[in-house]
């Protein structure tokens, strides 16, 4: 059972560490600039992108949860079925995304905060990286497809292209062609296209075959969009929650100034680095989770879980460790700005526990997207953003100010650890 976690759940954490990298290499040529607010303007813009990539992002974990049951059923009809109806939905969305991006940038910057020199940096960066958007939400779903169907290679293939070909093309852009915030823009925007292509001929290498059961109308069939969007709803609010979260915590660190603003954008990315390390014993868990709840196997499920969690809590505890002892170091790769350094070092110590808090919640996540038990999912991350993320921030900023943010996180990371620990039975009584 090691082996099989570990088979999947490598190359998911080897593709998934090049996303907080990428973020990490854009915060730096924007740090190592002649000012802050480029920082500031990339992180508010990002969380644009954050909001709406993050809100297609239920079709990734409800496609691989469902597509692994099918998979486990040996169902090849179904399986090619959910990717058909994915892909239905992402190009939709793409192209409401695209008609609408002016009406989007105005209602962004009108909720979120932030100084009018970011603001108008983060636009520049907003109108180019809008495109990309086509791109990168395919992928979800054929990413979400191939973990699936058991298959961690290719995801971790077209995500480390991407992220070469971004790193490669923003360094470019933006030092040798002085293009600032609308290099790492373009960037993000090339790579996602050349990561689309890649996608394409793996999936026709060795999935061509599921070509033949493509059928307009049974993609369309009302009972089964249904069927398909009931479980997706769920994980849509639950990523909503999550969205809401981190958008909130970017634009109150802006309305704390500019210099906060791109301190806690530093922290962040602790954060996200953690946080997609873990995703990839999450990726694992919804593939073999999916497939023994498929195949209605309770000894495996109960033995997956189990040994998920050993890995875990493993690194847990180790990221803690790191960032206690060298979080202050790190800082120094994002700038050279000591007033931005010395503002993040304040809020460290937040951070530093946040991996031991909620290592549990990811390995959560994963076991539940297996076992599409959406609805326990939803009303977690309802409970944890609510009651442990908000109700704490209004109730303490007057007091600690801009700890209160920090403290909010932990205390919402914490909670979902916890709270999804409650239900922790839901998922195995659900056939």
């Known amino acids: 059972m090691h082996k099989d976690i570990l088979k999947l759940s490598v190359p998911n954490i080897l593709s998934n560490l090049t996303v907080p990298l990428l973020s990490m290499v854009d915060l730096h040529l924007m740090g190592y600039l002649d000012s802050e607010i480029f920082m500031g303007a990339v992180a508010l813009g990002g969380v644009i992108f954050n909001f709406v990539y993050w809100g297609f992002a239920f079709l990734r974990m409800s496609i691989s949860g469902i597509a692994a049951q099918a998979y486990g059923k040996k169902n090849h009809q179904e399986m090619a079925m959910v990717l058909f109806r994915g892909m239905l939905i992402a190009l939709t969305g793409s192209l409401i995304l695209l008609l609408f991006q002016s009406s989007l940038e105005r209602l962004s910057f ?25 791109a990168a939400i395919s992928l979800m779903v054929i990413n979400g497809w191939f973990l699936g169907m058991q298959n961690a ?17 923003s360094f470019l852009l933006v030092r040798e062609f002085g293009m600032e915030e609308r290099g790492v823009a373009m960037g993000s925007v ?25 059928n307009i109308k049974a993609i369309l069939v009302t009972k089964h969009l249904k069927d398909f969007l009931h479980v997706s709803s769920d994980i849509f609010i639950r990523t909503w929650c999550v969205i809401s979260v981190f958008t909130f915590f970017t634009s109150k660190s802006a309305g704390f100034g500019d210099i906060a603003l791109a301190a806690n954008s530093a922290l ?63 800082l120094h790769f994002f700038t050279d700005k000591e007033m931005v350094i010395n503002e993040a070092s304040q809020y460290l110590i937040w951070l530093i526990f946040i991996p031991i808090a909620s290592f549990a919640s990811y390995i959560w996540d ?52 916890v709270s999804q620990s409650i239900w922790l039975n839901e998922p195995f009584f659900l056939y």
């Open 153 to 169: 290679l290719y995801p971790m293939l077209i995500s480390v292209l991407i992220n070469i070909i971004n790193i490669g093309c």
């Open 366 to 417: 994963g076991i539940y997207i297996g076992a599409t038990a959406s609805k326990a999912m939803r009303n977690t991350m309802l409970i944890s953003s609510i009651l442990f993320f908000f109700v704490p921030y209004y109730l303490l900023v007057g007091t600690i100010g801009l700890h209160a943010l920090w403290l909010s996180m932990l205390l919402f990371m914490l909670s979902r650890s």
């Open 268 to 330: 962040l990315q602790f954060l996200f680095l953690f946080s997609y390390f873990l995703d990839g014993f999450a990726y694992a868990a919804e593939a073999i989770v999916g497939k023994y709840f498929g195949a209605h196997n309770k000894k495996k499920l109960k033995e997956a879980s189990r040994k998920l969690f050993y890995w875990g809590t493993f690194f847990g505890l180790s990221f803690t460790l790191v960032y206690l002892f060298a979080g202050k170091q790190m």
């Open 190 to 214: 090339i790579a996602q296209y050349f990561g689309l292509v890649l996608a394409l001929i793996l999936f026709l290498k060795k999935y061509k075959n599921t070509l033949h059961y493509l």
């Open 110 to 134: 009108w909720l979120l905060e932030g100084s009018a020199d970011v603001k108008e940096l983060a636009r520049n960066y907003y109108y180019v990286r809008i495109w990309a958007a086509p």
